[in-house]
């Protein structure tokens, strides 16, 4: 049998940043599967080896806090992605109002973002897009980390259509200073946009504009200090700003813990390299502290 007669085509689920998304029928397991179709635009002949063997290792990431990429295949000038189906994410979560989200409620879905972070980490492989709408919830309400690997596939979504605006208000300080060489850090720092935002019930850091998202992150946490971050110089589009001082954690979240406040600190340190780790993240002490993380079936989702 074919493999492009293995899906049966549903509806159209919606337009990404690589192309649409549908719904499809596995007529293999009978599961429910998302297919996503990706442009491949100027590459016209086709996927190249060194994308084909990235997809081989996306497929070989499996862990419960990450989408399955079940299959890949190439039609008519287009890649398919065949992921796991799922309800509803974490935007759809954080934006309805109906929803009460408690302190154990936040703590589990920023605990399972940091597990499926982590565990992608330990592979080497980066996330670079991680948004609340690329956290997807399962009926069972655990939550996934979707699109691992794809920014560097297909290139940063931002350069490529400009429908794509929310990625900035997540990206790091040292992508915004024009770092070539990044590393796990960029991602901890968009969990931790994350983070403020489960708390806030709305995003943190909204700029309009690369520059005006480096001066929402000063406004917050004031002008980096070199002593804070010796390497920022270095950094292509560095520039000496003015110095602006930074706000007490505790006045920006008033209704926070104090070790979740600690560790949203800790995930936003300047220096990626002082930066704290998805998997130190998980071993921080507000993970032990009361209240427990709520059981992921018994998460608040949307109807
Ligand atoms: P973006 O690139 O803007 O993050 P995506 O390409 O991930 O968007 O997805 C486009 C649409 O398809 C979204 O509305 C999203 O909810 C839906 N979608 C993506 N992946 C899945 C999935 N695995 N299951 C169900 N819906 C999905």
């Given at each position: 049998?074919?493999?492009?007669?293995?899906?049966?085509?549903?509806?159209?689920?919606?337009?990404?940043?690589?192309?649409?998304?549908?719904?499809?029928?596995?007529?293999?397991?009978?599961?429910?599967?998302?297919?996503?179709?990706?442009?491949?635009?100027?590459?016209?002949?086709?996927?190249?080896?060194?994308?084909?063997?990235?997809?081989?290792?996306?497929?070989?990431?499996?862990?419960?806090?990450?989408?399955?990429?079940?299959?890949?295949?190439?039609?008519?000038?287009?890649?398919?992605?065949v992921f796991e189906f799922m309800e509803t994410d974490l935007e759809a979560v954080i934006r309805d109002r109906?929803?009460?989200?408690?302190?154990?409620?936040?703590?589990?879905?920023?605990?399972?973002?940091?597990?499926?972070?982590?565990?992608?980490?330990?592979?080497?492989?980066?996330?670079?897009?991680?948004?609340?709408?690329?956290?997807?919830?399962?009926?069972?309400?655990?939550?996934?980390?979707?699109?691992?690997?794809?920014?560097?596939?297909?290139?940063?979504?931002?350069?490529?259509?400009?429908?794509?605006?929310?990625?900035?208000?997540?990206?790091?300080?040292?992508?915004?200073?024009?770092?070539?060489?990044?590393?796990?850090?960029?991602?901890?720092?968009?969990?931790?946009?994350?983070?403020?935002?489960?708390?806030?019930?709305?995003?943190?850091?909204?700029?309009?504009?690369?520059?005006?998202?480096?001066?929402?992150?000063?406004?917050?946490?004031?002008?980096?200090?070199?002593?804070?971050?010796?390497?920022?110089?270095?950094?292509?589009?560095?520039?000496?700003?003015?110095?602006?001082?930074?706000?007490?954690?505790?006045?920006?979240?008033?209704?926070?813990?104090?070790?979740?406040?600690?560790?949203?600190?800790?995930?936003?340190?300047?220096?990626?390299?002082?930066?704290?780790?998805?998997?130190?993240?998980?071993?921080?002490?507000?993970?032990?502290?009361?209240?427990?993380?709520?059981?992921?079936?018994?998460?608040?989702?949307?109807?």
């Open positions: 049998e074919a493999v492009v007669d293995r899906y049966e085509k549903r509806e159209v689920l919606g337009e990404g940043t690589y192309g649409v998304v549908f719904k499809a029928i596995d007529r293999k397991t009978g599961q429910t599967v998302a297919i996503k179709k990706i442009r491949l635009g100027k590459q016209k002949e086709g996927v190249n080896f060194t994308a084909l063997r990235e997809i081989k290792l996306l497929k070989e990431l499996k862990d419960p806090n990450i989408i399955e990429l079940i299959d890949a295949y190439p039609n008519k000038g287009n890649l398919h992605l109906n929803i009460f989200l408690s302190p154990a409620d936040i703590k589990s879905y920023i605990q399972m973002t940091l597990k499926g972070l982590a565990f992608c980490h330990r592979k080497w492989v980066l996330h670079r897009d991680m948004k609340p709408n690329n956290l997807l919830i399962g009926p069972n309400g655990q939550l996934k980390l979707a699109d691992f690997g794809l920014a560097r596939l297909f290139g940063s979504p931002d350069r490529r259509f400009t429908h794509q605006v929310f990625a900035r208000w997540y990206r790091a300080p040292e992508l915004l200073f024009g770092a070539k060489q990044y590393g796990p850090g960029v991602d901890v720092w968009a969990a931790a946009c994350i983070f403020a935002e489960l708390l806030l019930r709305r995003p943190f850091l909204q700029g309009n504009s690369d520059i005006d998202q480096l001066g929402k992150i000063f406004a917050a946490f004031g002008t980096p200090k070199s002593l804070q971050w010796p390497d920022m110089v270095y950094l292509p589009d560095y520039v000496e700003y003015q110095h602006v001082p930074g706000q007490p954690l505790r006045t920006l979240f008033p209704m926070a813990s104090d070790d979740c406040l600690d560790l949203l600190s800790k995930m936003f340190t300047y220096d990626p390299k002082s930066r704290i780790s998805a998997q130190q993240a998980l071993e921080h002490r507000y993970f032990t502290s009361i209240p427990p993380p709520t059981e992921p079936a018994s998460l608040p989702r949307p109807p």
